[in-house]
């Protein structure tokens, strides 16, 4: 006797939608972590400008940290409130340890 049995195509198909499930929320999860990761956190700080370069005033912040803040009007030793990402100051902390 022959037996005709046909494979089953609905397991294909949900063993597809099961992976491609996983693909996507693993997808989704990754661009919520950058997202959260590399979008500013600016707030506006008093800082010292240390120069007015053509590139933008760098200026120093109370912790420590000397941030291009892109161009500005100010001289040197000139205290201005600036926004600052902080985010940018906590890389920069990651980088360097000893700090």
Do not use: H
């Not at 997202?35 to 506006?44: E, L, R």
Request: with cysteine; proline share 5%; hydrophobic share 40%.
């Amino acid at each position: 006797m022959s037996s005709n049995r046909k494979p089953k195509k609905v397991s294909n198909y949900n063993s597809i939608l099961i992976v491609g499930g996983i693909i996507a929320a693993g997808a989704i999860l990754l661009f919520v972590y950058l997202m959260w990761y590399v979008s500013p956190d600016q707030i506006d700080e008093r800082v010292k400008v240390i120069a007015n370069t053509n590139d933008g005033c760098i200026v120093e912040t109370f912790d420590g940290y000397a941030i291009n803040i892109g161009s500005c009007d100010a001289q040197p030793d000139q205290y201005i409130v600036a926004p600052i990402d902080q985010k940018l100051k906590e890389r920069a902390a990651l980088m360097n340890p000893t700090r």
